[in-house]
C-alpha cells in the first residue's frame, strides 16, 4: 500500500494516507514536480501513460510524484527520476506551492490537493523512460511549448500549465546558474 504524507497549508507534516484514499478525500499531501532543461535550453517533457490511474496520455513535466514517508525529499525526487526517466542528475529546489482541482480518474474522480515542491535539473541525451508510466517524451523548446499549451490546453496536465511559467522565470533561472538560452 503506498502513503503519502500528509501536510498543513505551511507543509508540516501531520501524517500518512494511502495515496488513493487521500485522494479520494482530498487531503493535503506533499507531491514533487520535476523540470529536466538541456544546454539548448530545451525542456525535457512527457506523455503520461494511459495506465496512470489520472490524467492518462496527457503532457506533463519531466517527472512528478509524492515521496515516501520519512524519506528525504531530494532524494525522493531524484529516486522518482531514475525510475520514472532514467536518468539521474543533481536537483535544486525552485519553490513550492498548494494546488487544488479535481481530475477524472479510472475510479470516478479524485482530488489533487498537493503541497508541491518544484525542481529543476540539468541533463543530456535521451531519457530511458519506464513504458508502464510514460507513453512518449521530447525535447521542447519553451516557447513552443507555452504556443501549443495556450492552443491545446486538454494536452497537457493541470498542474503542468499553472507553474510552467513560474518554472520558466529568470530570476530562478539564474539561481540555478543556467544559461541566459533558456526563455
Known amino acids: 500500500m503506498i502513503k503519502v504524507i500528509l501536510v498543513d497549508k505551511k507543509g508540516n507534516r501531520i501524517g500518512v494516507e494511502e495515496k488513493i484514499k487521500a485522494h479520494l478525500d482530498g487531503k493535503l499531501h506533499r507531491a514533487f514536480s520535476i523540470f529536466i532543461f538541456n544546454s539548448k535550453g530545451e525542456l525535457l517533457i512527457q506523455k503520461r501513460a494511459k495506465s496512470k490511474y489520472h490524467s492518462g496520455g496527457l ?7 509524492h515521496p515516501r514517508p520519512n524519506q528525504n525529499l531530494k532524494e525522493e525526487a531524484k529516486r522518482r527520476l531514475r525510475e520514472e526517466m532514467g536518468i539521474d542528475c543533481d536537483l535544486k529546489e525552485i519553490f513550492s506551492f498548494i494546488y487544488k482541482v479535481k481530475v477524472k480518474a479510472k475510479m470516478g474522480y479524485l482530488i489533487e490537493y498537493e503541497f508541491d515542491h518544484v525542481f529543476l535539473g540539468k541533463f543530456n541525451g535521451d531519457p530511458k523512460p519506464n513504458k508502464k508510466e510514460v507513453k512518449g517524451w521530447k525535447w521542447i523548446n ?7 499549451m495556450k492552443e491545446n490546453p486538454e494536452r497537457y496536465t ?5 507553474i510552467l511559467e513560474r518554472a520558466l522565470n529568470k530570476k ?11 526563455t
Not at 519553451?142 to 501549443?148: A, G, H, I, Q, S
Not at 493541470?158 to 499553472?162: A, E, N, V
Open 59 to 65: 503532457w506533463s513535466n519531466t517527472c512528478c510524484s
Open 158 to 162: 493541470y498542474w503542468f500549465k499553472l
Open 172 to 182: 530562478e533561472r539564474i539561481l540555478f546558474g543556467m544559461d541566459s538560452q533558456i
Open 142 to 148: 519553451p516557447d513552443e511549448l507555452k504556443k501549443d
